[in-house]
């Protein structure tokens, strides 16, 4: 297999961690806001816990789809300019972030699956709830490093467009400053928001898209004078 076909299926796993992701989302339907009632969440958690449940399962595969999108994306970079640090450290976020993420969505479906099992576990559901939604705010930091990081490799390698580097840094500073609404206790910008989920996802969401498109056409800028090709040009 040539290598170029190898960051080929990275970009077709970049395009399909999306794609069950969202079919996750929309499997879990509306989530409760951590600043509802106990008994709002607990409620939830009983009358959807199928679908919790089966959409636990699609997260983990989203997450490993990334994580192989990941790979890739450093392999390209690492490729072109071998010298820098920053292939290494989009590989470790990626790497963080897979970790975080499956020990997160492992946690939430052992919580789900808990207290939907022995109910009297129900009056403390909120607790480890609100827990996961506070930890899946601070994530937002774990995920800065890899985009800032793809920043500097694609103005130094210029293996993607420069647009992308600008679009990355825009998803690092929005993540960063989502992870920064733990301290609000209220509103679409307390932690599991509308503002706070919404937004960060949807910029990630369509930079990895836009990263798997340029892998899977294999049509990648060639890197300027001394800096070795990616895509076998």
Not at 25 to 32: C, E, K, Q, S, W
Not at 42 to 65: D, F, K, P
Not at 80 to 107: K, R
Not at 215 to 220: A, F, T
């Amino acid at each position: 297999m040539k290598e170029s076909h190898e960051l080929r299926w990275g970009g077709v796993a970049g395009v399909a961690a999306i794609v069950v992701a969202i079919i996750g989302r929309l499997v879990m339907g509306n989530a409760p806001q951590i600043t509802e009632s106990a008994m709002t969440i607990s409620g939830y958690l009983v009358e959807r816990r199928a679908q919790i449940l089966a959409a636990a399962l699609l997260y983990a595969i989203a997450t490993a789809l990334f994580l192989w999108f990941g790979v890739a994306l450093a392999t390209a970079f690492r490729r072109s300019d071998e010298t820098s640090d920053a292939p290494a450290m989009v590989l470790a976020g990626y790497i963080v972030l897979a970790a975080t993420g499956f020990i997160g969505i492992s946690v939430f479906a052992g919580m789900t699956y808990a207290v939907t099992t022995h109910r009297p576990l129900l009056a403390i559901a909120a607790g480890p709830y609100i827990s996961l939604t506070v930890m899946d705010a601070i994530m937002g930091i774990a995920l800065a490093v890899p985009f800032a990081a793809s920043a500097a490799a694609i103005m130094r390698t210029h293996v993607f467009p420069q647009w992308m580097a600008w679009c990355a840094i825009i998803v690092a500073v929005v993540s960063v400053l989502g992870a920064f609404t733990v301290a609000i206790t209220g509103g679409p910008l307390a932690p599991g928001g509308a503002l706070v989920a919404f937004v960060p996802g949807v910029l990630t969401a369509l930079w990895v898209l836009a990263a798997s498109w340029l892998l899977i056409r294999e049509h990648l800028p060639i890197p300027s004078a001394g800096v070795r090709p990616v895509m076998g040009h």
